[in-house]
């Protein structure tokens, strides 16, 4: 049996071991190669985004010349004084950031045309912008800072072009032009020698991600022929290498030759995957390069950290193809190992698990088979009981829910009964507390009036104070009539007859103006077509200007009351909804549940208590129902539903 292991083992790895290493080289030559393309077109994307940039500064400028040549603040400076025209030059250098701005017209003009491709252009008409190399003379002429910023020592190369020269104090500008209507030129430029912003502007643009621009990784850089006079190419840690060379073989195919330089370069004291861009001046000779690049290091350190992974997954390959050859070798066992796996699973309650067709007809087979027809037998008795167990459950839902309607029907009945039995006694106190209160004030009335009939005239001076004490038994008498309305209030309803609601409430808007104008309310109604119902209309307004002037209460003053009445089906009956709503403060939530409970009131020492109460009786007592809503927007809303008087027919019957 080993000799067989061994002899499976050594023809299933002979392959591997033969073969895949060539198929790992190809492999990894092929990788390599595409990997250098891929990192020479990242190259060559960058250095189209710093071209790019450069060219939308150049642009920029043409085109910010073009607007002030072309502006009226120009027109009107150029007619003015010498001072004011300095003035506005070196104000709009700044704002636009240019090294320097001025207006050429007159003779002088033809001299400088003459010299500048780009101004001769601009005085045909045609606003131009290109790159120029001036001389430290030039540079002097607009200032002397100018010419000491343009002005680099050169720092000897290695492998660059040997030369003679130890300064390079020429500068390279961008150089536009914008002509004037009436005569002459506006020509600004800007100095890119040691123009960091510029260069590290590039940089930021290119380098975006850590990958190739990363912990100084990336860098740009302006050339003045071969020298750089603008980079973030590093000599030391904080030095940079301003005034160093490029290489004789960089500069020969992108100076001598106008060719894109794409490959690795060596960048000053390293490796670098490199694009160089020959520049072109107005004259069109190349007189510069626009340079940007990565470090190859560690892309290098990646292919080789790659390699050898890609040794270490072989020989790990290697290493477990071994055991596996042999544990695939026990093909006597899988029946087993397939029956445990079957078993763990059903453990684990997967029910469904089974060792399916197995290969070998021995034994082992056969116990596997029967094990599946047992299994079969436990899921057909476990789904059954499952069956038994969620009709259980459904039925002792069913049971719960109707226990629960019933408890709910038994708390509805037993708050009934508590508030009957309130109403009850509150209705036998204030019977008797109303009549033991109209007899001292039948008393205290008849005597004002002997009182007024025996003095006459002579009551004058005191006429302010029988007047008030009138006022005051009235106002006695009224609450009162509250009290022995709200203990009984079927003796003091009239009739009841079958009306529309909507002259009802209108009428009631009329009775309470003054309230709602007193206050500054504004009143907001929606009436919709509605069935009759059947109530008292005193009863019916009386309920509706309680909320009403509750409402108002509520807001103070500059509020808003919403009315909208319309039809509203409620359990299956027609009937017509009421909605009085108010922007006030709204009913704290503890509270809400007791607002129509007796002498509940928010407005202590002004209120008797008894309003919403009344109205809960009155509506209920025609069949409907009066409550509270608290709407999302704030306030508070009160519906009135009374059931359609078809509605109330149709159920008497």
Same mark, same amino acid.
């Given at each position: 049996?080993?000799?067989?292991?061994?002899?499976?083992?050594?023809?299933?790895?002979?392959?591997?071991?033969?073969?895949?290493?060539?198929?790992?080289?190809?492999?990894?030559?092929?990788?390599?190669?595409?990997?250098?393309?891929?990192?020479?077109?990242?190259?060559?994307?960058?250095?189209?985004?710093?071209?790019?940039?450069?060219?939308?500064?150049?642009?920029?400028?043409?085109?910010?010349?073009?607007?002030?040549?072309?502006?009226?603040?120009?027109?009107?400076?150029?007619?003015?004084?010498?001072?004011?025209?300095?003035?506005?030059?070196?104000?709009?250098?700044?704002?636009?950031?240019?090294?320097?701005?001025?207006?050429?017209?007159?003779?002088?003009?033809?001299?400088?045309?003459?010299?500048?491709?780009?101004?001769?252009?601009?005085?045909?008409?045609?606003?131009?912008?290109?790159?120029?190399?001036?001389?430290?003379?030039?540079?002097?002429?607009?200032?002397?800072?100018?010419?000491?910023?343009?002005?680099?020592?050169?720092?000897?190369?290695?492998?660059?072009?040997?030369?003679?020269?130890?300064?390079?104090?020429?500068?390279?500008?961008?150089?536009?032009?914008?002509?004037?209507?009436?005569?002459?030129?506006?020509?600004?430029?800007?100095?890119?020698?040691?123009?960091?912003?510029?260069?590290?502007?590039?940089?930021?643009?290119?380098?975006?991600?850590?990958?190739?621009?990363?912990?100084?990784?990336?860098?740009?850089?302006?050339?003045?022929?071969?020298?750089?006079?603008?980079?973030?190419?590093?000599?030391?840690?904080?030095?940079?290498?301003?005034?160093?060379?490029?290489?004789?073989?960089?500069?020969?195919?992108?100076?001598?030759?106008?060719?894109?330089?794409?490959?690795?370069?060596?960048?000053?004291?390293?490796?670098?995957?490199?694009?160089?861009?020959?520049?072109?001046?107005?004259?069109?000779?190349?007189?510069?390069?626009?340079?940007?690049?990565?470090?190859?290091?560690?892309?290098?350190?990646?292919?080789?950290?790659?390699?050898?992974?890609?040794?270490?997954?072989?020989?790990?390959?290697?290493?477990?193809?071994?055991?596996?050859?042999?544990?695939?070798?026990?093909?006597?066992?899988?029946?087993?190992?397939?029956? *445990?796996?079957?078993?763990?699973? /059903? $453990?684990?309650?997967?029910?469904? @698990? +089974?060792?399916?067709?197995? =290969?070998?007809?021995? %034994?082992?087979?056969?116990?596997?088979?029967?094990?599946?027809?047992?299994?079969?037998?436990?899921?057909?008795?476990?789904?059954?009981?499952?069956?038994?167990?969620?009709?259980?459950?459904?039925?002792?839902?069913?049971?719960?829910?109707?226990?629960?309607?019933?408890?709910?029907?038994?708390?509805?009945?037993?708050?009934?009964?508590?508030?009957?039995?309130?109403?009850?006694?509150?209705?036998?106190?204030?019977?008797?507390?109303?009549?033991?209160?109209?007899?001292?004030?039948?008393?205290?009335?008849?005597?004002?009036?002997?009182?007024?009939?025996?003095?006459?005239?002579?009551?004058?001076?005191?006429?302010?104070?029988?007047?008030?004490?009138?006022?005051?038994? *009235?106002?006695?008498?009224?609450? /009162? $009539?509250?009290?022995?309305?709200? @203990? +009984?209030?079927?003796?003091? =309803?009239?009739?009841? %007859?079958?009306?529309?609601?909507?002259?009802?409430?209108?009428?009631?808007?009329?009775?309470?103006?003054?309230?709602?104008?007193?206050?500054?309310?504004?009143?907001?109604?929606?009436?919709?077509?509605?069935?009759?119902?059947?109530?008292?209309?005193?009863?019916?307004?009386?309920?509706?200007?309680?909320?009403?002037?509750?409402?108002?209460?509520?807001?103070?003053?500059?509020?808003?009351?919403?009315?909208?009445?319309?039809?509203?089906?409620?359990?299956?009956?027609?009937?017509?909804?009421?909605?009085?709503?108010?922007?006030?403060?709204?009913?704290?939530?503890?509270?809400?549940?007791?607002?129509?409970?007796?002498?509940?009131?928010?407005?202590?020492?002004?209120? *008797?208590?008894?309003?919403?109460?009344?109205?809960?009786?009155?509506?209920?007592?025609?069949?409907?129902?009066?409550?509270?809503?608290?709407?999302?927007?704030?306030?508070?809303?009160?519906?009135?539903?009374?059931?359609?008087?078809?509605?109330?027919?149709?159920?008497?019957?």
């Amino acid at each position: 049996m080993s000799s067989v292991r061994l002899r499976l083992l050594v023809l299933a790895l002979a392959p591997l071991i033969l073969l895949m290493p060539l198929l790992l080289l190809l492999g990894m030559t092929r990788w390599t190669a595409d990997y250098d393309k891929l990192l020479i077109a990242n190259v060559e994307s960058d250095l189209r985004v710093a071209e790019q940039y450069l060219t939308r500064i150049m642009a920029g400028t043409r085109d910010d010349l073009r607007g002030i040549a072309e502006s009226v603040e120009f027109a009107r400076v150029r007619n003015q004084d010498g001072t004011t025209q300095a003035l506005f030059y070196r104000n709009k250098r700044h704002e636009l950031e240019l090294d320097f701005l001025y207006y050429l017209q007159g003779d002088a003009a033809e001299h400088v045309a003459a010299k500048w491709p780009v101004i001769r252009r601009a005085f045909g008409g045609v606003p131009d912008s290109q790159i120029d190399i001036f001389s430290s003379q030039d540079l002097a002429v607009f200032s002397d800072d100018l010419a000491n910023q343009a002005r680099l020592d050169l720092i000897e190369t290695e492998a660059a072009v040997p030369t003679n020269r130890l300064v390079e104090d020429r500068g390279m500008v961008v150089h536009a032009a914008s002509p004037v209507a009436g005569g002459g030129v506006l020509v600004g430029g800007i100095l890119l020698n040691r123009n960091l912003q510029f260069i590290d502007t590039i940089n930021a643009l290119v380098y975006l991600n850590a990958v190739t621009g990363g912990d100084r990784q990336g860098t740009a850089t302006l050339f003045l022929d071969d020298v750089r006079v603008s980079t973030n190419v590093r000599l030391f840690e904080d030095v940079r290498a301003l005034g160093t060379r490029v290489s004789a073989v960089v500069r020969g195919a992108v100076l001598d030759e106008g060719q894109t330089w794409l490959a690795r370069a060596f960048v000053v004291n390293d490796w670098y995957i490199s694009g160089y861009l020959p520049l072109i001046d107005s004259f069109g000779e190349r007189v510069g390069m626009l340079y940007v690049g990565f470090l190859e290091a560690p892309f290098s350190a990646a292919k080789r950290e790659a390699y050898l992974w890609m040794m270490v997954a072989f020989a790990g390959v290697l290493a477990l193809s071994i055991p596996v050859f042999l544990w695939m070798a026990k093909g006597i066992f899988a029946p087993l190992e397939r029956m *445990t796996e079957t078993m763990r699973r /059903v $453990g684990r309650g997967n029910l469904s @698990a +089974r060792n399916g067709k197995i =290969s070998a007809k021995d %034994e082992i087979g056969q116990v596997a088979g029967h094990l599946d027809d047992l299994l079969d037998q436990v899921q057909d008795r476990d789904r059954r009981l499952r069956a038994w167990a969620d009709e259980l459950n459904q039925r002792v839902e069913e049971r719960t829910s109707e226990l629960r309607e019933a408890n709910d029907k038994l708390e509805d009945t037993y708050r009934q009964l508590v508030m009957s039995e309130k109403l009850a006694s509150i209705g036998e106190i204030t019977a008797g507390v109303a009549h033991e209160i109209n007899n001292p004030v039948a008393v205290i009335q008849g005597n004002v009036d002997v009182i007024r009939d025996t003095l006459g005239q002579k009551a004058q001076p005191v006429v302010t104070e029988l007047n008030l004490i009138d006022r005051q038994v *009235t106002r006695i008498e009224a609450i /009162v $009539g509250k009290l022995l309305k709200f @203990a +009984r209030p079927t003796e003091f =309803s009239d009739y009841e %007859e079958t009306v529309s609601l909507q002259p009802v409430v209108a009428d009631c808007l009329v009775l309470v103006e003054h309230v709602l104008s007193h206050g500054g309310i504004e009143v907001a109604t929606q009436f919709r077509d509605a069935p009759m119902v059947r109530i008292d209309p005193g009863e019916m307004q009386q309920v509706v200007i309680n909320l009403i002037v509750n409402a108002a209460q509520a807001m103070g003053s500059d509020g808003q009351l919403n009315l909208v009445l319309g039809p509203e089906r409620r359990d299956g009956r027609e009937g017509v909804c009421l909605r009085v709503r108010d922007t006030g403060p709204g009913i704290p939530d503890d509270r809400a549940a007791t607002v129509f409970d007796p002498f509940f009131t928010t407005k202590q020492g002004e209120g *008797t208590g008894l309003g919403l109460s009344i109205s809960q009786s009155l509506i209920q007592k025609a069949g409907g129902l009066i409550t509270l809503h608290q709407p999302e927007g704030g306030g508070a809303e009160f519906r009135v539903w009374l059931p359609a008087y078809d509605a109330v027919t149709e159920a008497a019957q």
